[in-house]
């Protein structure tokens, strides 16, 4: 006569079981989206790399004297070698200069731990130097006045916070940082309308601000498919889609075209 | 055989006398029940009746002396010389007006015969044009249609005309001829109406001026004015005589619905204007009735009120109180009984009917029992214990803006806690567009953070505006280790009024060893220091003389008894020798607003030297330098006493403070006090001044943030007789026994009338034959120091402060500039302007009535101020009364009337204050707000001349009198110097004061009838300089636009140029 009691027990225990898979079920949906899966470590070993050059086709705007009347400080340093606006630099040869080239998609989910050296961002002779600036997020940026007047930064992000912070001649070096990617953020002195300046966050180590030779090379890529973006200030971005097998190295190429007004 | 009981009573006894007697019962209960109805229950009746004897009488023997006076106006010359002429143009107009009245009736004959004719054709036409116009145009019925009319046009029609020898003739017209002539006609008939009012003007005109002539010098009423108003006595409609306020409107008071309804004019006859106009005034004398208590026939005695206070609008027991609708006995219509809320005010108190609606009010116009009661209320400070809405209540708003700024700085706090926070999560968040809004929502909040050291900032500077403002009654006992003689504090305890008979300070009802306590206490809180700087002796001599020159006495007296002299605003100064300390009153004569330490309302302590020194700062604090060291908040900075600094030099203040000193009796010794001292004192002492309120009206240390002891009194006129606590008076009162035992003059006291008169004669009376073991348990209430007639203001004041019966519109709270002149008033009496100034018309300053201002000195006395806001600019006013040295280094001095010896103070005046005081001013004198000072005409090269010359000539030797700033000169100057002018003074104001000073300032040292009126502009009236001879323009107009244009430079040149035609001249 044990039957009712077992069926009982085994009522029970189906039950029990029913309602604890029930709760592990709604734990694990509820936790899905807060943990991100530990990334694997970028192994050195197999890693590959993106090279290549930035051109503009067609021809350049020709570059306009800044008048910096405004600022005797400033004119005084130009008086010799007159101060050019830096919105389109090319090189020889149809090079581009200033073009932030790094991966769009594809670095995944990976945390890269932000380097500790800061990235510089130097004021003198009322120009910033350089006038585009890439870093990491949370890397930090030195801004530096190196002239003898009172300058002003103030860039205006989209996704980070803006600040506008006062720099007298001589005063320490002012620290910031940016939490988040952006590309890019414009940066103005409202004190010397002229000055303009870029800053490029990533939040990856992939990224290269070209020079007047317009070459640029993104190290230490894992092997995988990788969108790769071209920035410039004046003609957008343009991209490309490049898959590496390990150890792999490809070139790319990227071509702006000058707007026909210019 | 009929059956006969002899038992049955119905048979055997007869029932005449009962019946009989019961019939009698019930005639004498009707004939009762109608006299009732007609006489018992209708008083009213009666005094009509009586009213319509006395008064016919009255008129009766009126009429005649009326038509005497009328009869000798009519006979003087003057009247019949204005009649003549009124009948001279009557006659002139005469033959013109007939000519019209000729023509206009031939005119009105011709019109007549024509009209009908004229309206048939006009009338045909018409109905033809129509029926054309509903033809399109262009269409061949609407052409033969048109045929149709321009026959009709042409129709002849015949007219019998009258011709202007009265013949007929008839004339033939077509339809447009018709036309013509009737407008014709109507055209010449306007011409000649107007022309006849053009006839009859000058007779008209002339009319008006004789009937003006006759009114102006006719004193009361025409007889046969009064000849009307003795029929309507003599046909006096014996019937109630009600005012209905607002019937339609229920909510008009608590008597009930249907609006107010007043019976009272039914035997207040004397009331109603239709049978009394206001021009006109009755007393009982008048009716011969002077003697009678019973003759409620004379008109209000008050008809400017009236004038203000319509009937229509305002009934009567608003006012008055009472019970307006009941007329069957005297004392249910005076609402004296006890089922009625509102009885009628007795006449010692009837101002108290203001209060109501005047609530706003520190000064209402023809309510001085009123006034003086809400001045008392402050000044002796029942305002300490007893909040009153509308009243001084800084200390609670400083305690209201302390908590809020707390409260925002918590917020503040954790606003800038939160923006990290949402930094972090901004970086972390997993898409941009989240991002974008954390960041905003940080943003956000720095714009939040802002804001709130906005409104701290805003309330930091309320609160500095309001430690400026908060006055307390009596002096702050912080300082009494520096100020007073030790063993003098519990003496005076103990004999409060007998050492100061008019002392503000109430006598408090204590034992001994309270005393003994409390003197402990306020001794030991005291604050230690640091040390007053040593004060060498001054000149007792010089020191008298300034305390009467400078204007001390406007508000303090010195003197006793019967020799009293000075203002009673601040304390008499005679036995200060006897209690105070010499250095300490050197400085308080120097400036009273200075303190020993500041007050720090957040740590709740007075600040001392060493918390200056923490952060590095110099012991500096005053109201440039009010704000914490520790924490920043505003301190209070100044003695909370309406005295002001009068910028004495430090000489000065030591001759005055050591003139004081001798001020005592010689005889006074006070007990040594070593009990002071006795730590075990303090805390009982403390407890003591707590359960008292002391710091109601002193400022003590650690009880700077006491309540108000006692209860609210803004409403306490409506306060139910049941609440008001009589104790064990209770049937005294009812019975009319006073709680002296003697019979009361007017009867049971037990109302809120007698309940306020005796608490306020002797606080005390009622705890009589109460058991209180514990004195503690007793009442609190101090005896104010106050005579029958204070009792009697205060008791007004009071009673009319009841709940509002009326609607809100009834309220006197103006929109207008007269809110300005109402909000003034409150900062006007606070200081005790009128101590110096006539401020209204009519009003007497203390200085003017003291000797030293009589005769020939009242040029000494400052100026009076009611027509000050048209007299000066507003923002030069504002300046002034910030800084009335108007300089920011040369302090001892007066800065418009330098000549003074009588000194305007320094205030220190809140912003507020210094607004609300402009405003005054400038409402007062009916000055637009705010003030763009006029552009004058820039003067000529010519006219400079002329001016000058003016300015200098021997008959107007204006820079005698008015300073120059040359103080050899100035000495003896009696008027302000002319470079002030521009900024000071409005021109418009200026003219009207050269031309005739008197007439603004009676008495004033500046003389009229410099200028006289030559066709439609002024000439200066003595012999014209020269230059000026061929100058055509008003002089008086040229003189004010050169007093504007004054520069230093110019007034330099023509001291210089006096001396010189001076010279030349003789």
């Given at each position: 006569?044990?039957?009712?009691?077992?069926?009982?027990?085994?009522?029970?225990?189906?039950?029990?079981?029913?309602?604890?898979?029930?709760?592990?079920?709604?734990?694990?949906?509820?936790?899905?989206?807060?943990?991100?899966?530990?990334?694997?470590?970028?192994?050195?070993?197999?890693?590959?790399?993106?090279?290549?050059?930035?051109?503009?086709?067609?021809?350049?705007?020709?570059?306009?004297?800044?008048?910096?009347?405004?600022?005797?400080?400033?004119?005084?340093?130009?008086?010799?070698?007159?101060?050019?606006?830096?919105?389109?630099?090319?090189?020889?040869?149809?090079?581009?200069?200033?073009?932030?080239?790094?991966?769009?998609?594809?670095?995944?989910?990976?945390?890269?731990?932000?380097?500790?050296?800061?990235?510089?961002?130097?004021?003198?002779?009322?120009?910033?130097?350089?006038?585009?600036?890439?870093?990491?997020?949370?890397?930090?940026?030195?801004?530096?006045?190196?002239?003898?007047?009172?300058?002003?930064?103030?860039?205006?992000?989209?996704?980070?916070?803006?600040?506008?912070?006062?720099?007298?001649?001589?005063?320490?070096?002012?620290?910031?940082?940016?939490?988040?990617?952006?590309?890019?953020?414009?940066?103005?002195?409202?004190?010397?309308?002229?000055?303009?300046?870029?800053?490029?966050?990533?939040?990856?180590?992939?990224?290269?601000?070209?020079?007047?030779?317009?070459?640029?090379?993104?190290?230490?890529?894992?092997?995988?498919?990788?969108?790769?973006?071209?920035?410039?200030?004046?003609?957008?971005?343009?991209?490309?889609?490049?898959?590496?097998?390990?150890?792999?190295?490809?070139?790319?190429?990227?071509?702006?075209?000058?707007?026909?007004?210019? | 055989?009929?059956?006969?009981?002899?038992?049955?009573?119905?048979?055997?006894?007869?029932?005449?006398?009962?019946?009989?007697?019961?019939?009698?019962?019930?005639?004498?209960?009707?004939?009762?029940?109608?006299?009732?109805?007609?006489?018992?229950?209708?008083?009213?009746?009666?005094?009509?009746?009586?009213?319509?004897?006395?008064?016919?009488?009255?008129?009766?023997?009126?009429?005649?002396?009326?038509?005497?006076?009328?009869?000798?106006?009519?006979?003087?010359?003057?009247?019949?010389?204005?009649?003549?002429?009124?009948?001279?143009?009557?006659?002139?107009?005469?033959?013109?007006?007939?000519?019209?009245?000729?023509?206009?009736?031939?005119?009105?004959?011709?019109?007549?015969?024509?009209?009908?004719?004229?309206?048939?054709?006009?009338?045909?036409?018409?109905?033809?044009?129509?029926?054309?116009?509903?033809?399109?145009?262009?269409?061949?019925?609407?052409?033969?249609?048109?045929?149709?009319?321009?026959?009709?046009?042409?129709?002849?029609?015949?007219?019998?005309?009258?011709?202007?020898?009265?013949?007929?003739?008839?004339?033939?017209?077509?339809?447009?001829?018709?036309?013509?002539?009737?407008?014709?006609?109507?055209?010449?008939?306007?011409?000649?109406?107007?022309?006849?009012?053009?006839?009859?003007?000058?007779?008209?005109?002339?009319?008006?001026?004789?009937?003006?002539?006759?009114?102006?010098?006719?004193?009361?009423?025409?007889?046969?004015?009064?000849?009307?108003?003795?029929?309507?006595?003599?046909?006096?409609?014996?019937?109630?005589?009600?005012?209905?306020?607002?019937?339609?409107?229920?909510?008009?008071?608590?008597?009930?619905?249907?609006?107010?309804?007043?019976?009272?004019?039914?035997?207040?006859?004397?009331?109603?204007?239709?049978?009394?106009?206001?021009?006109?005034?009755?007393?009982?004398?008048?009716?011969?009735?002077?003697?009678?208590?019973?003759?409620?026939?004379?008109?209000?005695?008050?008809?400017?009120?009236?004038?203000?206070?319509?009937?229509?609008?305002?009934?009567?027991?608003?006012?008055?109180?009472?019970?307006?609708?009941?007329?069957?006995?005297?004392?249910?219509?005076?609402?004296?009984?006890?089922?009625?809320?509102?009885?009628?005010?007795?006449?010692?108190?009837?101002?108290?009917?203001?209060?109501?609606?005047?609530?706003?009010?520190?000064?209402?116009?023809?309510?001085?029992?009123?006034?003086?009661?809400?001045?008392?209320?402050?000044?002796?400070?029942?305002?300490?214990?007893?909040?009153?809405?509308?009243?001084?209540?800084?200390?609670?708003?400083?305690?209201?803006?302390?908590?809020?700024?707390?409260?925002?700085?918590?917020?503040?706090?954790?606003?800038?806690?939160?923006?990290?926070?949402?930094?972090?999560?901004?970086?972390?968040?997993?898409?941009?567009?989240?991002?974008?809004?954390?960041?905003?929502?940080?943003?956000?909040?720095?714009?939040?953070?802002?804001?709130?050291?906005?409104?701290?900032?805003?309330?930091?500077?309320?609160?500095?505006?309001?430690?400026?403002?908060?006055?307390?009654?009596?002096?702050s006992?912080k300082e009494?280790r520096m100020?007073?003689?030790?063993?003098?504090?519990?003496?005076?305890?103990?004999?409060?009024?007998?050492?100061?008979?008019?002392?503000?300070?109430?006598?408090?009802?204590?034992?001994?060893?309270?005393?003994?306590?409390?003197?402990?206490?306020?001794?030991q809180s005291g604050v230690p220091g640091p040390a007053l700087a040593?004060?060498?002796?001054?000149?007792?001599?010089?020191?008298?003389?300034?305390?009467?020159?400078?204007?001390?006495?406007?508000?303090?007296?010195?003197?006793?008894?019967?020799?009293?002299?000075?203002?009673?605003?601040?304390?008499?100064?005679?036995?200060?020798?006897?209690?105070?300390?010499?250095?300490?009153?050197?400085?308080?004569?120097?400036?009273?607003?200075e303190r020993t330490r500041p007050f720090c309302p957040f740590e709740k302590r007075d600040l001392g030297p060493e918390d200056y020194a923490k952060h590095g700062l110099a012991y500096v604090f005053d109201?440039?330098h009010s704000r914490c060291p520790n924490d920043?908040?505003?301190l209070q900075v100044?003695q909370?006493?309406?005295?002001?600094?009068?910028?004495?030099?430090?000489?000065?203040?030591?001759?005055?403070?050591?003139?004081?000193?001798?001020?005592?009796?010689?005889?006074?010794?006070?007990?040594?006090?070593?009990?002071?001292?006795?730590?075990?004192?303090?805390?009982?002492?403390?407890?003591?001044?707590?359960?008292?309120?002391?710091?109601?009206?002193?400022e003590?240390s650690g009880?700077e943030?006491?309540?108000?002891?006692?209860?609210?009194?803004?409403?306490?006129?409506?306060?139910?007789?049941?609440?008001?606590?009589?104790?064990?008076?209770?049937?005294?009162?009812?019975?009319?026994?006073?709680?002296?035992?003697?019979?009361?003059?007017?009867?049971?006291?037990?109302?809120?009338?007698?309940?306020?008169?005796?608490?306020?004669?002797?606080?005390?009376?009622?705890?009589?034959?109460?058991?209180?073991?514990?004195?503690?348990?007793?009442?609190?209430?101090?005896?104010?120091?106050?005579?029958?007639?204070?009792?009697?203001?205060?008791?007004?004041?009071?009673?009319?402060?009841?709940?509002?019966?009326?609607?809100?519109?009834?309220?006197?709270?103006?929109?207008?500039?007269?809110?300005?002149?109402?909000?003034?008033?409150?900062?006007?009496?606070?200081?005790?302007?009128?101590?110096?100034?006539?401020?209204?018309?009519?009003?007497?300053?203390?200085?003017?009535?003291?000797?030293?201002?009589?005769?020939?000195?009242?040029?000494?006395?400052?100026?009076?101020?009611?027509?000050?806001?048209?007299?000066?600019?507003?923002?030069?006013?504002?300046?002034?009364?910030?800084?009335?040295?108007?300089?920011?280094?040369?302090?001892?001095?007066?800065?418009?009337?330098?000549?003074?010896?009588?000194?305007?103070?320094?205030?220190?005046?809140?912003?507020?204050?210094?607004?609300?005081?402009?405003?005054?001013?400038?409402?007062?004198?009916?000055?637009?707000?705010?003030?763009?000072?006029?552009?004058?005409?820039?003067?000529?090269?010519?006219?400079?001349?002329?001016?000058?010359?003016?300015?200098?000539?021997?008959?107007?030797?204006?820079?005698?009198?008015?300073?120059?700033?040359?103080?050899?000169?100035?000495?003896?100057?009696?008027?302000?110097?002319?470079?002030?002018?521009?900024?000071?003074?409005?021109?418009?104001?200026?003219?009207?004061?050269?031309?005739?000073?008197?007439?603004?300032?009676?008495?004033?040292?500046?003389?009229?009838?410099?200028?006289?009126?030559?066709?439609?502009?002024?000439?200066?009236?003595?012999?014209?300089?020269?230059?000026?001879?061929?100058?055509?323009?008003?002089?008086?107009?040229?003189?004010?636009?050169?007093?504007?244009?004054?520069?230093?430079?110019?007034?330099?040149?023509?001291?210089?140029?006096?001396?010189?035609?001076?010279?030349?001249?003789?």
């Amino acid at each position: 006569m044990r039957s009712p009691y077992s069926l009982y027990l085994v009522m029970a225990a189906a039950l029990a079981f029913s309602l604890l898979s029930c709760g592990k079920k709604e734990e694990t949906t509820e936790k899905a989206p807060a943990v991100t899966p530990a990334a694997a470590p970028v192994d050195l070993a197999t890693v590959g790399s993106v090279s290549g050059t930035v051109k503009l086709d067609g021809p350049a705007p020709k570059p306009k004297k800044i008048n910096m009347a405004a600022e005797p400080s400033c004119a005084a340093i130009h008086a010799s070698s007159p101060a050019f606006d830096e919105e389109v630099v090319e090189g020889e040869g149809g090079t581009l200069a200033n073009v932030v080239v790094y991966v769009k998609e594809g670095a995944g989910n990976r945390a890269f731990e932000p380097p500790k050296t800061p990235v510089t961002l130097d004021q003198k002779g009322c120009t910033y130097i350089p006038h585009v600036v890439a870093l990491q997020a949370s890397q930090p940026l030195d801004v530096i006045n190196s002239d003898k007047t009172t300058h002003n930064i103030h860039p205006v992000p989209k996704n980070n916070r803006e600040w506008n912070k006062s720099q007298p001649p001589g005063a320490p070096n002012i620290e910031e940082v940016f939490g988040r990617e952006e590309v890019a953020i414009p940066v103005k002195c409202n004190v010397h309308p002229w000055m303009k300046s870029y800053i490029a966050v990533f939040k990856h180590p992939y990224f290269q601000v070209t020079k007047t030779n317009g070459s640029f090379e993104l190290k230490n890529l894992p092997a995988g498919t990788y969108t790769i973006e071209a920035w410039h200030e004046k003609y957008g971005t343009t991209s490309q889609t490049v898959t590496l097998a390990a150890k792999e190295s490809k070139t790319v190429s990227f071509v702006f075209k000058a707007a026909s007004g210019d | 055989m009929p059956e006969t009981h002899s038992d049955d009573p119905i048979q055997s006894r007869s029932f005449t006398v009962p019946l009989l007697v019961s019939v009698f019962l019930l005639l004498l209960t009707v004939a009762w029940s109608l006299y009732d109805e007609f006489y018992g229950l209708r008083p009213w009746r009666s005094y009509q009746h009586e009213f319509a004897k006395v008064y016919a009488q009255y008129l009766n023997n009126q009429i005649p002396r009326q038509q005497n006076r009328e009869k000798l106006i009519r006979e003087s010359a003057e009247y019949k010389k204005l009649d003549e002429q009124v009948r001279a143009a009557e006659e002139a107009a005469r033959p013109r007006l007939r000519e019209i009245g000729k023509e206009s009736d031939y005119i009105d004959r011709r019109l007549a015969a024509l009209t009908d004719r004229f309206q048939e054709a006009r009338g045909k036409v018409t109905a033809l044009v129509y029926t054309m116009e509903l033809y399109p145009v262009g269409t061949n019925s609407r052409k033969s249609k048109f045929a149709e009319v321009e026959q009709a046009k042409k129709e002849i029609y015949a007219v019998e005309l009258p011709t202007p020898d009265g013949r007929v003739e008839t004339k033939k017209f077509v339809y447009d001829q018709l036309e013509a002539e009737f407008n014709n006609l109507k055209a010449r008939k306007a011409q000649l109406v107007a022309e006849q009012g053009e006839v009859l003007r000058p007779p008209k005109e002339l009319r008006e001026q004789r009937d003006n002539y006759f009114k102006e010098k006719m004193e009361g009423l025409t007889a046969d004015q009064l000849k009307g108003l003795l029929n309507a006595a003599e046909h006096l409609d014996i019937s109630i005589r009600q005012i209905n306020v607002n019937p339609t409107d229920p909510g008009i008071n608590n008597f009930g619905s249907g609006g107010l309804v007043d019976r009272c004019q039914s035997c207040h006859l004397g009331t109603d204007p239709k049978l009394v106009p206001l021009a006109m005034t009755l007393i009982k004398a008048d009716l011969g009735l002077a003697k009678s208590k019973d003759a409620p026939f004379a008109s209000h005695p008050e008809t400017e009120l009236l004038k203000i206070h319509t009937t229509e609008k305002f009934g009567c027991s608003p006012c008055h109180g009472g019970n307006g609708r009941a007329l069957d006995s005297v004392r249910r219509a005076h609402g004296r009984y006890e089922h009625w809320l509102w009885p009628l005010y007795y006449a010692e108190n009837y101002q108290a009917g203001c209060q109501q609606c005047h609530a706003a009010d520190m000064l209402t116009e023809h309510a001085p029992v009123l006034n003086r009661g809400k001045d008392l209320y402050r000044s002796r400070g029942c305002i300490g214990c007893h909040k009153f809405e509308g009243f001084d209540d800084q200390s609670e708003q400083i305690l209201a803006s302390r908590q809020a700024i707390r409260q925002l700085e918590q917020e503040k706090k954790d606003d800038e806690l939160e923006i990290p926070r949402l930094n972090k999560a901004a970086d972390a968040a997993p898409d941009n567009e989240t991002a974008r809004k954390l960041n905003a929502r940080a943003t956000n909040l720095t714009v939040t953070i802002s804001n709130i050291d906005a409104r701290i900032e805003q309330l930091e500077q309320k609160t500095r505006s309001l430690f400026r403002e908060e006055k307390k009654v009596g002096p702050s006992l912080k300082e009494v280790r520096m100020k007073l003689l030790k063993e003098w504090i519990p003496y005076w305890l103990g004999h409060t009024h007998e050492f100061r008979p008019a002392t503000k300070m109430p006598q408090f009802r204590l034992e001994q060893d309270q005393i003994q306590a409390i003197a402990a206490f306020i001794w030991q809180s005291g604050v230690p220091g640091p040390a007053l700087a040593k004060q060498p002796p001054g000149d007792a001599g010089r020191g008298k003389q300034l305390f009467e020159a400078r204007g001390c006495m406007a508000c303090h007296a010195v003197g006793e008894g019967s020799n009293v002299i000075g203002g009673d605003f601040a304390a008499n100064l005679s036995h200060v020798g006897e209690k105070a300390g010499y250095d300490y009153l050197v400085r308080w004569v120097h400036n009273p607003r200075e303190r020993t330490r500041p007050f720090c309302p957040f740590e709740k302590r007075d600040l001392g030297p060493e918390d200056y020194a923490k952060h590095g700062l110099a012991y500096v604090f005053d109201l440039e330098h009010s704000r914490c060291p520790n924490d920043g908040h505003e301190l209070q900075v100044q003695q909370p006493t309406v005295m002001p600094s009068l910028r004495l030099t430090w000489e000065e203040a030591r001759d005055i403070a050591s003139y004081l000193i001798t001020l005592k009796r010689k005889d006074a010794s006070y007990e040594l006090a070593p009990d002071l001292d006795d730590p075990r004192l303090k805390e009982r002492g403390r407890a003591l001044v707590k359960n008292y309120g002391c710091a109601g009206c002193h400022e003590i240390s650690g009880l700077e943030d006491e309540p108000r002891l006692g209860t609210e009194l803004t409403t306490e006129g409506s306060k139910p007789i049941e609440r008001l606590d009589f104790a064990r008076l209770t049937e005294d009162a009812k019975r009319g026994v006073l709680p002296d035992g003697k019979e009361s003059p007017r009867g049971p006291w037990y109302d809120q009338k007698g309940f306020f008169e005796q608490k306020l004669a002797s606080p005390a009376v009622y705890d009589k034959d109460k058991y209180k073991p514990d004195p503690l348990d007793r009442l609190k209430m101090p005896k104010p120091n106050v005579t029958a007639d204070d009792i009697n203001a205060l008791t007004t004041f009071l009673l009319g402060s009841v709940d509002p019966q009326l609607p809100q519109d009834y309220m006197y709270k103006p929109g207008d500039a007269r809110h300005d002149v109402q909000a003034g008033w409150w900062i006007v009496t606070k200081y005790n302007c009128m101590g110096c100034h006539q401020v209204h018309i009519g009003q007497q300053s203390v200085l003017q009535n003291l000797p030293q201002y009589q005769g020939d000195n009242k040029i000494k006395l400052p100026p009076p101020l009611i027509p000050e806001g048209a007299r000066v600019d507003p923002n030069w006013l504002a300046h002034f009364l910030d800084n009335p040295a108007m300089s920011k280094t040369d302090l001892n001095r007066n800065g418009v009337r330098s000549y003074l010896e009588v000194r305007m103070p320094t205030f220190s005046f809140s912003d507020d204050e210094i607004q609300k005081l402009v405003r005054f001013f400038a409402a007062a004198s009916s000055q637009a707000q705010p003030y763009l000072p006029p552009k004058l005409e820039p003067l000529t090269d010519t006219e400079r001349t002329v001016a000058r010359q003016l300015f200098t000539s021997p008959a107007a030797p204006c820079l005698k009198c008015h300073a120059t700033g040359d103080p050899a000169h100035d000495k003896d100057a009696t008027a302000p110097n002319f470079l002030l002018a521009r900024e000071r003074l409005k021109p418009a104001w200026t003219l009207r004061w050269i031309l005739d000073p008197a007439r603004i300032v009676p008495g004033t040292a500046m003389p009229s009838g410099l200028f006289r009126k030559e066709g439609d502009h002024w000439i200066f009236s003595g012999p014209l300089p020269p230059s000026v001879q061929g100058y055509a323009k008003d002089h008086a107009d040229l003189l004010v636009r050169y007093m504007f244009q004054l520069t230093p430079e110019e007034q330099l040149m023509l001291t210089g140029r006096t001396a010189a035609t001076a010279g030349s001249g003789e």
